[in-house]
């Protein structure tokens, strides 16, 4: 196809991630009659890297587990989520509390998903500028291989959306920092693979100023076991001085006598949810990262799977009507479970990585120990995550 050739569609997803996947899903299985009328295009090709820790919890499993699927791609199930401040510690237990995936097969198994339901996705065509003709009834969007018309548009295309760029949306400093690394370990040299725990480690917040934590996660990688490991600096608190990442990856390794390859590091950013920022326009939402993701821990997967059905219940709303201002848009990721927490997690964030007593965190991390004991999630048995629903 050449830059010329044109192409009429309902319905353009830029993107294929997991917000972009999970809005063709929630469509598809609603109205089959969408794979005709619907196009996804993504610039890499599946299975694509994508820098992420891979967590997943039963937030967005049960996203998936409402539309009919079981996580098939290779994971590790995480028994014991340990939250831990200097010498104290407190844990979430569960059966699994949640499960870490390789996002690469991760992904790719949604891509297959799609395309086993009769969704159309272009894999390698990068979308190169988007123009609103509020006007003409569409939107224009241009790709290295033609020019699309599209009646709606969902920008799933994460955190450094081109979209946003293009239509000037523009929030300014409301992006977290993440860079990781991935270290070979096996069930014998790392007692985390062996019991399925996952560390979040928030000494950092007062040794190095993190807004953020030093996480540990039991990965699998193409079949062999990595600790993933990295630093998440929410910057919360935008205006205080930013802490060395790099420095304080290193530094948490060494505690856990691990050196840092500093050619390994790889970092990304998300972008995380500002209610008051635009999230649609006329003929076009944003969904996942693009939208926004949570402050709080940078959890993004299942808040991406939450967009993606949001959003495709605001499109089949504005089919219904033949009214594509998406006024509503707003308020359904408000009354969105999954997507409301995320609005409470962002006002937490903001108090919670201010600076803070050392002594005073303590007694927090005491307290929450005592409350966490008269939750499920004190029981090593409790499963959170919702049985599929039979046709999703
Ligand atoms: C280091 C790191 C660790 C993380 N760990 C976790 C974790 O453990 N758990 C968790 O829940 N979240 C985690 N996240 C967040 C999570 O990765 C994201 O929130 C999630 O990927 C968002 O999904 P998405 O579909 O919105 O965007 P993405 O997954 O980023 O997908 C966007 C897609 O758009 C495509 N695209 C981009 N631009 C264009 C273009 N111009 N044209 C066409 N296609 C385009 C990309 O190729 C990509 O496939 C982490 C993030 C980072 C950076």
Redesign the pocket.
């Known amino acids: 196809m050449t830059s010329t050739t044109k192409t009429n569609i309902d319905l353009l997803i830029?993107?294929?991630?997991?917000?972009?996947?999970?809005t063709a899903l929630h469509l598809l299985k609603q109205d089959p009659t969408w794979a005709k009328r619907m196009l996804i295009?993504?610039?890499?090709i599946?299975p694509?890297e994508?820098?992420?820790?891979?967590?997943?919890?039963h937030l967005?499993e049960n996203v998936l587990a409402d539309l009919g699927y079981t996580i098939e791609p290779s994971n590790v199930p995480i028994k014991e989520v340990r939250l831990k401040y200097e010498d104290r510690h407190y844990s979430f237990r569960g059966d699994p509390v949640?499960r870490?995936v390789h996002?690469a097969e991760f992904?790719h198994w949604l891509v297959k998903e799609v395309e086993a339901l009769g969704g159309n996705i272009s894999q390698g065509?990068?979308?190169?500028d988007v123009e609103l003709l509020e006007d003409q009834g569409h939107v224009q969007v241009t790709?290295d291989r033609r020019v699309i018309r599209a009646k709606t548009v969902i920008a799933?295309?994460?955190?450094?959306?081109?979209?946003r760029r293009k239509l000037g949306i523009n929030d300014g400093h409301y992006v977290a920092r993440?860079?990781?690394t991935l270290t070979p370990e096996t069930t014998e040299t790392s007692w985390e693979f062996k019991d399925g725990v996952a560390v979040f480690d928030f000494t950092q917040m007062t040794s190095h100023q993190l807004q953020g934590y030093y996480?540990d996660?039991p990965s699998i990688v193409e079949g062999k076991t990595f600790m993933?490991r990295?630093v998440?600096d929410s910057r919360a608190q935008p205006t205080r001085d930013k802490a060395d990442l790099k420095q304080t990856l290193s530094d948490s390794m060494s505690d856990r006598e691990r050196e840092l390859d500093s050619k390994s590091i790889?970092?990304?950013?998300?972008r995380w949810l500002n209610f008051r920022s635009t999230l649609s326009r006329p003929h076009l939402l944003l969904?996942?990262?693009?939208?926004g993701?949570?402050p709080l821990?940078?959890?993004?997967?299942?808040?991406?799977l939450a967009?993606g059905k949001v959003a495709a219940a605001e499109i089949n709303a504005a089919f219904a009507k033949n009214d594509f201002r998406f006024k509503n848009y707003k308020w359904r990721i408000f009354r969105n479970g999954v997507l409301f927490s995320v609005v409470l997690r962002v006002w937490v964030a903001g108090y919670a990585y201010q600076p803070h007593n050392p002594g005073y965190i303590r007694i927090g991390w005491s307290i929450a120990r005592f409350v966490l004991r008269l939750t499920p999630w004190s029981r090593p048995n409790f499963v959170p995550v919702r049985k599929p629903t039979a046709n999703g």
Not at 50 to 57: A, D, M, V
């Open positions: 830029i993107g294929s991630g997991p917000a972009g996947t999970s295009v993504d610039k890499a599946h694509r994508k820098l992420c820790g891979g967590g997943i919890t967005g949640f870490i996002r992904d065509e990068g979308v190169t790709t799933a295309d994460g955190s450094r959306s081109l979209v993440l860079i990781e996480w996660f993933n990295g998440f790889k970092g990304h950013p998300i969904a996942g990262d693009a939208a993701a949570d821990f940078g959890e993004g997967i299942a808040i991406a967009y």
